[in-house]
């Protein structure tokens, strides 16, 4: 199965998803000087406020927050999208101690973590997994986390990670809206790319949030409890460093919002 570490890592993965070495690959390396100012993309909305969080889980990848998708309740929509997207789940890549952790770099500087926040295309397709395979089935918003101050309202997941150590554990998390981990601006870069893990499908339209938000390096350390490994697995190994480098941005260009 795939991984981070040198056998099953990013450099691996195009053995058993060839897409990997594709034209539309993500994260990339986004260079603000030459990310074309486009007046015809509108405003971002996030219509969050009916959103049901689930479920929090470990994917044996990253620390996974599941909503119910079952109708139009939560919702990304504007800019670069032609429709509505339904939110799905968030999730979090980050480094190990100091050092850097988002997928998406910003003129060759990384941050310490990455949230994404996972949307689907409930107009065109009938299901997550049909849109997840679809050139315009998802559209995922990209948030930096930089190191400072503690976040106000971090906590709230970072204090349920202790239940979920494991690969494969969940439990339930009701109640939490992830308008609580934006920033204050709306402004964004964005291009079409993938997934950033296996099957690594070309079919995500990134929304990446150029102002950062800021948590503490205590609160970043409580996601470095989590363990890749299965609670019956002898071999521990701690969940970081779960993040893709910057892949070939190709014949791709980066808009960004005014
Ligand atoms: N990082 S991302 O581009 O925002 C992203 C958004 C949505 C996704 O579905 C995946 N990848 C995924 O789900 N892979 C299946 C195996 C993981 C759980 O076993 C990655
Ligand atoms: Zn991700």
Known sequence: HWGYGKEDGPSAWHRQYPVAKGNRQSPIDIIPNEARRDSTLGPIFLKYDQCRSLNIANNGHSVVVEFDDSDDRSVVLGGPLDNPYRLKQFHFHWG????????????????????????????????????????????????????????????????????????GSATDFKGFNPKCLLPNSLHYWTYLGSLTTPPLHESVTWIVLKEPIVVSEKQLGMFRMLQFNGEEEDQRMRMENNFRPPQNLKERIVRSSN
């Open 96 to 167: 190990g101690k100091g050092c850097e952790g988002s997928e998406h770099t910003v003129a060759g500087v990384g941050y310490a973590s990455e949230l994404h926040v996972v949307h689907w295309n409930a107009v065109k397709y009938k299901t997550y997994n049909d849109a997840a395979a679809a050139p315009d089935g998802l559209a995922v918003l990209g948030i930096f986390l930089e190191l400072g101050d503690d976040h106000r309202w971090l906590h709230m997941m970072t204090d349920a990670l202790y239940m979920v150590k494991f690969k």
